[in-house]
T-cell receptor, first 113, second 115 residues
Framework: GDSVTQMEGPVTLSEEAFLTINCTYTATGYPSLFWYVQYPGEGLQLLLKATKADDKGSNKGFEATYRKETTSFHLEKGSVQVSDSAVYFC????????????FGPGTSLSVIP | NAGVTQTPKFQVLKTGQSMTLQCAQD?????MYWYRQDPGMGLRLIYY???????DKGEVPNGYNVSRLNKREFSLRLESAAPSQTSVYFCASNEFGHSSTDTQYFGPGTRLTVL
């Protein structure tokens, strides 16, 4: 079945460090791919998305590129801030089950000053 | 717009007690979802409703029931709570079939403890 795998962390970085959170997926066809972010005590909110191969999603300095050949959607940011401390979820929405979203386990990020 | 609202925010139950978690959205979305979030498990889908009047089981439906009361409201009921149901519960909605939006909107969550 459809699934999402991502590094679980926790990840601890110093402010202004480079961030990569790996995400790979298994799905039939070409799903839409998402990164959601959850700040402490809150629900999830969409960070960025890509709906077809080679698309790049970007928001708030974060980027991810839809790589069909490696079935990956890695999240990157060039310089993290303390305010980026949160849990990040990779997710997919398969074309064959369009009404459901499959989430990865989440990666906890802590950024220290 | 309030988005997705959930009540209550916190709840403590004793084993065997029942309760209903309420969820409402004001975005006129067709699809609504209930998830539970547990440490190391990510989000797991309990039930979802693709449209008013329809509900379907997700990954972990045992011990839960749902009601899609109308287009706005989707409730989750625990008939006889068990400690294994201690979790954070999130309601979400989106507009099924509209890839231009293609975003799930989440409520703030209900933190449930079953003793």
């Amino acid at each position: 079945g459809d699934s999402v795998t991502q590094m679980e962390g926790p990840v601890t970085l110093s402010e202004e460090a480079f961030l990569t959170i790996n995400c790979t997926y298994t799905a039939t066809g070409y799903p839409s791919l998402f990164w959601y972010v959850q700040y402490p005590g809150e629900g999830l909110q969409l960070l960025l998305k890509a709906t077809k191969a080679d698309d790049k999603g970007s928001n708030k300095g974060f980027e991810a590129t839809y790589r069909k050949e490696t079935t990956s959607f890695h999240l990157e940011k060039g310089s993290v801030q303390v305010s980026d401390s949160a849990v990040y979820f990779c997710a997919l929405r398969a074309k064959t089950s369009y009404d459901k979203v499959i989430f990865g386990p989440g990666t906890s990020l802590s950024v220290i000053p | 717009n309030a988005g997705v609202t959930q009540t209550p925010k916190f709840q403590v139950l004793k084993t065997g007690q029942s309760m209903t978690l309420q969820c409402a959205q004001d975005m006129n979305h067709n699809s609504m979802y209930w998830y539970r979030q547990d440490p190391g498990m990510g989000l797991r889908l309990i039930y979802y409703s693709a449209s008013e009047g329809t509900t379907d089981k997700g990954e972990v439906p045992n011990g839960y029931n749902v009601s899609r009361l109308n287009k706005r409201e989707f409730s989750l009921r625990l008939e006889s709570a068990a400690p294994s149901q201690t979790s954070v519960y999130f309601c979400a909605s989106n507009e099924f079939g509209h890839s231009s939006t293609d975003t799930q909107y989440f409520g703030p969550g209900t933190r449930l403890t079953v003793l």
